[in-house]
DNA sequence: GCAAAATGTCAATAATATATTGCATTATGA
DNA sequence: TCATAATGCAATATATTATTGACATTTTGC
């Protein structure tokens, strides 16, 4: 029931890549704002599309995503 | 741009917890036809439920959840 | 410094994940 | 066998992802 909070590497594993957020986009079969979006934490994305962009950059789906761990002092 | 399908052990990891799809629908604050249909394969959660699916059962995101290879001859 | 490419962002709409309810079917254990 | 728990399934409603187009801002290379 907790609300989960999450992170991302996609910017740099795309990045390593040498792919721009369009480019990406298209592999991926979605449109720049998409890619943007999640990038930027703002959104929660499909499965397949989560999959579509580990395929794509060869990152597995555990690399490229993880809980964000409460930083509790 | 291909259409890609996923495949998942979501049900094998429920099992091996000892829990019902109700109480894992519980855990993950979903209810028992998602998970019903996840592990069916009928569709295609979110991140955010795959990272609590992922959290509750132990797994990691990439034991959970695979494309599907092409099965060509 | 300038031009072009890349990215951010907004608003409107479309597509689809998830909720809800209710009932049918299949396991499970006494 | 019987009662109950667990799961499957369908219809409809809601929430959120994703699309599209347009324009602003930032980066990058010359």
Do not use: H
């Not at 721009?20 to 397949?48: C, D, F, H, M, S």
């Amino acid at each position: 029931m907790e609300e989960i909070e999450f992170e991302n590497r996609v910017k740099l594993a795309r990045v390593e890549k040498g792919l721009t957020q369009e480019e990406l986009a298209n592999l991926a079969g979605v449109t720049r704002q998409t890619i943007g979006l999640i990038e930027a934490g703002k959104y929660n994305p499909t499965l397949k599309l989560c999959l579509s962009i580990s395929q794509i950059t060869g990152k597995g789906l555990d690399e490229l995503f993880w809980i964000k761990k409460g930083l509790r002092i």
